[in-house]
């Protein structure tokens, strides 16, 4: 089975550092894996997602995330972060069923992320 | 042009009463899921479904019903409510079918947040 782990529950940052969320999978298959954002009382807006192609995947608002295999790990940067960017991010990973096929996503407990003025 | 809608967005109801959250996508996706975010933001798939077939069930009571009229809508039908079933609920859909290959991101929609008294 697939799973994600996000190592921290709460992430806080001043405006303008750096911003590390940390996710580390599982999977017995090569992964696909996403990270996406929710603003408050919002849905989950897709960051950005790796499909097997480069492993420094950019997304969107200055996100970037690089897949490292040895490490099993896709942690999500920005290097300046701004106060919009206060939300919650969630990591995920395709989940595959026992027939083999994929069927939706596995999703991360999410991390907060604050923004210290 | 939203692309994955729900209705309502806020539902507040009494415990034993049925009640039914509608969604509709607009993308032309031929998968659709729900899934549950409990309050402490944790998202778990409930159902999958794949062209108006209900795929993947995933241990949800029996009270939960979804009914799929067209590849574009997807219904969610809770019968005999309980305090435990408060949550936010989310649409989302995905332009790949059950069974493929897991690289396609879920787009969701903005939630109907459920509160049984």
């Known amino acids: 089975a697939q799973s994600v782990t996000q190592l921290g529950s709460h992430v806080s940052v001043s405006e303008g550092a750096l911003v590390l969320l940390r996710c580390n999978y599982s999977?017995?298959?090569?992964?696909?894996l996403f990270w996406y954002v929710q603003y408050p009382n919002q849905g989950l807006q897709l960051l950005l997602k790796?499909?097997?192609?480069?492993?420094l995947v950019k997304g969107i608002n200055g996100f970037e995330a690089e897949f490292k295999k040895s490490e099993t790990s896709f942690h999500l940067t920005k290097p300046s972060a701004h106060m919009s960017d206060a939300a919650e991010y969630f990591c995920?990973?395709?989940?595959?069923?026992?027939?083999?096929?994929?069927?939706?996503?596995?999703f991360g407990k999410g991390t907060h992320l604050i923004i210290q003025p | 042009d939203t692309a994955v809608s729900q209705t309502p967005k806020y539902l507040v109801t009494q415990m034993g009463n049925d009640k039914s959250i509608k969604c509709e996508q607009n993308?032309?996706?031929?998968?659709m899921y729900w899934y549950k975010q409990d309050s402490k933001k944790f998202l778990k798939i409930m159902f999958s479904?794949?062209?108006?077939?209900?795929?993947i069930n995933e241990t949800v009571p029996n009270r939960f019903s979804p009914k799929s009229p067209d590849k574009a809508h997807l219904n969610l039908h809770i019968n005999s409510l309980e305090l435990g079933d408060s949550a936010v609920y989310f649409c989302?859909?995905?332009?790949?079918?059950?069974?493929?290959?897991?690289?396609?991101?879920?787009?969701f929609g903005n939630g109907t947040r459920l509160t049984v008294t």
């Open positions: 999977s017995s298959v090569p992964p696909y």
């Open positions: 995920a990973v395709s989940r595959f069923y026992s027939g083999g096929g994929a069927d939706g996503l596995t």
């Open positions: 479904y794949n062209n108006k077939e209900l795929i």
């Open positions: 989302a859909s995905s332009q790949e079918s059950v069974g493929g290959y897991g690289n396609s991101p879920l787009h």
């Open positions: 790796y499909t097997s192609a480069a492993t």
């Open positions: 993308l032309g996706h031929d998968t």
